[in-house]
């Protein structure tokens, strides 16, 4: 299978299904075309077009949605989130924020010396 566009969540994001736009959301750093699902929809159409352009991993997850809705959800995928925008690993797992730890020794920041002075 070919590779699959690439999207920016903020391409998704200008797809929110309003009058009659294309509706697209993501799910788990995938990006769905759900336009033709919409009337479709079990819940009705407004549930859906309530979540236009987001990031819908967590309430698809939370709705306890059947295996079928999986099944139905994976005929909509048009692409995936640009690397650098992706929150999930390949395996579907959140993944862990790594937080950047400052440099030791003289490189402290202003604030760090600030309260290093008062508590020394």
Request: glycine share 10%; with cysteine; proline share 4%.
């Given at each position: ?25 993501i ?39 059947s ?54």
């Open positions: 299978m070919a590779d699959l566009p690439r999207h920016t969540r903020a391409e998704v994001a200008s797809k929110k299904g309003k009058n009659g736009a294309p509706l697209w959301v799910y788990k750093d995938s990006v769905y075309d759900v336009t033709k699902y919409v009337d479709e929809h079990p819940a009705g159409p407004d549930i859906l077009i309530d979540e236009g352009g987001k990031d819908v991993s967590k309430t698809f997850e939370e709705a306890g949605h295996a079928d809705a999986y099944t139905i959800l994976a005929k909509y995928k048009i692409g995936e989130l640009v690397e650098e925008e992706k929150h999930y690993d390949a395996n579907g797992k959140k993944k862990k924020r790594v937080v950047a730890a400052e440099p030791e020794g003289e490189s402290r920041g202003c604030l760090s010396r600030v309260t290093c002075g008062l508590l020394g």
